[in-house]
Nanobody, 123 residues
Framework: VQLQASGGGLVQAGDSMSLSCVAS????????TGWFRQAPGKERELVAQ????????YYADSVKGRSTISRDNAKNTVYLQMNSLKPEDTAAYYC?????????????????WGNGTQVTVSS
């Protein structure tokens, strides 16, 4: 499964952003998926995750209440909507597909990684 992330860019604090992760295979619908991010000098961290059917989600405390993860399996796509962006949200954002489900996901759970898409939030 190949994943292609897009939607990053330069935004101002307080703005909203929507990221997309498109998969190359219809079997993507069988994979729980997470959005992770990695800032320079820091470890990759989970932002949000969603079950294969979309019925279960989990958010990191740092984005809870201002983010929404969703998926459209007919389009092989997982989305991440983030509102009220902060400078500390600046990072490269990656989507990843996992075979299993646990909460929270970790990088070690990911079988397929997408490319990173850079999000920069200016103050």
């Amino acid at each position: 499964v190949q994943l292609q992330a897009s939607g990053g860019g330069l935004v101002q604090a307080g703005d909203s952003m929507s990221l997309s992760c498109v998969a190359s295979a219809r079997t993507f619908s069988a994979y729980p998926t997470g959005w992770f991010r990695q800032a320079p000098g820091k470890e990759r961290e989970l932002v949000a995750q969603i079950s294969w059917g979309g019925g279960s989600t989990y958010y990191a405390d740092s984005v809870k209440g201002r983010s929404t993860i969703s998926r459209d399996n007919a389009k092989n796509t997982v989305y991440l909507q983030m509102n009220s962006l902060k400078p500390e949200d600046t990072a490269a954002y990656y989507c990843g597909a996992s075979v299993g489900w646990r909460i929270p996901m970790s990088s070690e759970d990911i079988h397929y990684w997408g490319n990173g898409t850079q999000v920069t939030v200016s103050s």
